[in-house]
């Protein structure tokens, strides 16, 4: 057999894949036009931009919920990314999407997260309004769009039209810079509906492996959860690993099962159907939710150190906001076209936790 060609793989996306999958095709283009590869295909091409950006690197600094510097065995955005691409990678494979897109959008979908999770997204968010506010989703367009500018076009990472567009999911702030040939918003395709779905999969389980594993509750607690004793039971052991897994599973493929009987019964002209869960997996991931909301975001141990981020986020927001002359000087060339407002914001979002610390 001889090597396979982007040609090829894009021939047979054609055959293999879903009707509603996303051909690397249909990518809706880069910005500035390009070349294509011999070997990849569009999509596979994102996602190799986005593993080599610095902001890439930089989630390896940045909390999930414990703060990184805690130990090194929790999760941090970038373990979190990983787990999100892998299980999304699963269910594309299973429902015949496409798996490369799947995993370049899981791979970017919190590139736009600033230092101390959610804390310091609302921290940035209140410093930013009235100037485009924040939010983390439509920074993570911002930073592939412009901010890593490792082409030198001016165009950012160059991705193409359909990842850009799977980033914005969620609300945008009012007035918030994105680019202009994303607005108006247009609807994302379902491979980011995919992510999104595996990215509440895969914290839910891991924060609750983080969160017995730094002793903020224990295992006789977790009991109260459906989900953990059907997993339990299933596994044959309490072990935290092993439950977890499970549980894990249980999301997956009922995610898996419901979507696919929503896309068999559904024809190409009445639309999109909904990637969903069945109702009765919904009630019990929000269920779990509500446990770790309780036990483990809202937990004092953890909030301390979040408040502590936040507070340096908007210490730091106002001294360079103040003396600009302090950003770096790659930043302050931007503050002519997009405001020290803004400047100021996209340099502190893209801080680690450790480096605003250390610079605070
Ligand atoms: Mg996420």
């Not at 930089?58 to 955005?77: C, I, N």
């Not at 165009?155 to 567009?165: E, I, K, P, S, W």
Request: with cysteine; net charge neutral.
């Amino acid at each position: 057999m001889s090597w396979l060609r982007r040609e090829d793989q894009e021939d047979r996306e054609v055959h293999s894949l879903s009707p509603w999958a996303t051909r690397s095709r249909d990518s809706g283009g880069r910005r500035l036009p390009e070349e294509e590869d011999s070997l990849r295909t569009t999509f596979q091409r994102d996602r190799d931009r986005i593993i080599h950006s610095t902001a890439f690197r930089r989630l390896q600094g940045k909390t999930q919920v414990v703060a990184a510097f805690e130990g090194d065995h929790y999760r941090s955005r970038l373990t979190h990314s990983l787990e999100v691409s892998q299980i999304a990678r699963s269910v594309a494979n299973a429902l015949q999407l496409n798996g490369d897109l799947c995993e370049a959008i899981a791979l970017a979908h919190d590139l736009g997260h600033p230092p101390f999770g959610h804390v310091g997204e609302h921290a940035l968010d209140e410093l930013m309004q009235g100037h485009g506010g924040f939010r983390h989703n439509a920074q993570g367009a911002r930073v592939v769009d412009t901010l890593e500018d490792r082409y030198g076009y001016g165009y950012g990472l160059n991705l193409t039209q359909m990842l850009r567009r799977s980033l914005l999911k969620g609300r945008v702030p009012d007035g918030f810079p994105l680019a202009l040939d994303l607005l108006p918003k247009q609807p994302p395709p379902l491979e980011a509906h995919v992510v999104d779905l595996c990215d509440k999969i895969a914290y839910l389980a891991h924060d609750l492996d983080d969160g017995l594993r730094a002793g903020l509750f224990v295992i006789d607690a977790a009991r109260e959860l459906r989900l953990w004793r059907e997993a339990e039971e299933l596994a044959g052991t309490p072990l935290r690993h092993r439950v977890v897994s499970r549980i894990t599973g249980l999301l997956t493929t009922d995610l898996v099962e419901t979507t696919d009987s929503a896309l068999r019964y559904r024809l190409l002209s009445s639309g999109p159907p909904r990637i969903t869960h069945s109702d009765a997996r919904t009630v019990a991931a929000n269920e779990l939710l509500e446990f770790l909301r309780e036990r483990f975001y809202r937990n004092e141990r953890v909030l301390t150190v979040m408040n502590a981020g936040a507070a340096a986020i908007r210490a730091r927001f106002l001294g360079l906001l103040a003396d600009p002359s302090q950003l770096p000087e790659s930043h302050r060339g931007r503050i002519r076209g997009a405001g020290v407002e803004r400047v100021v914001c996209d340099y502190l979002a893209g801080m680690t936790d450790r480096y605003l610390l250390r610079r605070s």
